[in-house]
């Protein structure tokens, strides 16, 4: 437990604000929502660094954030990441269905790094794959980040299924 505090505390001490970017509808131009992002300071490479942290630490963020931003009442969609790994961590998929079903229609989880469940073995993929669904029925939106045509193709081979 105390690991977990050290590296939470060491995690708000790089991280120097929250940043807001705009995600728009090409069709239209109109802004749907924003994704969040943490503010690191100066040489602090955020993949490199957030990689670093166990899923406990970076769901703490996510909380962190969730907390932000109801409290801003932010219009549209607010997208909050998470790590692909977070998918086979019953604890911490719980944790996030605790979480009020009122405040599930207007945040979405962005999982990083997707191309983890395109390289992973047969179990942990199915694994990921029944975490999705079980957020999913619980009313959570689930987007991949950093989607290409080819990550796409992949990720339908293994039947991974985006909102």
């Known amino acids: 437990m105390n690991m977990l505090r050290e590296d939470i505390r060491r995690m708000w001490l790089k991280t ?23 503010m690191l300071g100066p040489g602090t490479e955020p993949e490199t660094f957030f990689r670093s942290f166990s899923h406990d630490v970076c769901l703490a963020q ?6 932000f931003i109801t409290q801003k009442k932010l219009p549209g969609l607010s997208f909050l ?6 998918l086979v961590d019953t604890g911490c998929l719980r944790r996030l ?27 942990r993929a199915q694994a990921m794959a029944a975490g999705m669904n079980y957020l999913s029925r619980s009313g959570w939106q689930i987007w991949a980040d950093y989607l290409t045509p080819h990550l796409c193709r992949a990720l339908n081979r293994r039947q991974f299924c985006f909102d």
């Open 16 to 38: 120097v604000g929250i940043r807001f970017q705009p995600l728009v509808c090409l069709t239209s131009g109109k802004q749907v929502g924003q994704e969040i992002l943490a």
């Open 62 to 67: 996510f909380f962190e954030q969730v907390d």
């Open 81 to 86: 990441n998470l790590p692909s790994g977070i």
């Open 97 to 123: 269905n605790r979480l009020r079903p009122c405040y599930r229609k207007n945040l979405v989880i962005e999982i990083q790094e997707p191309i983890e469940m395109v390289i992973a073995d047969d179990s």
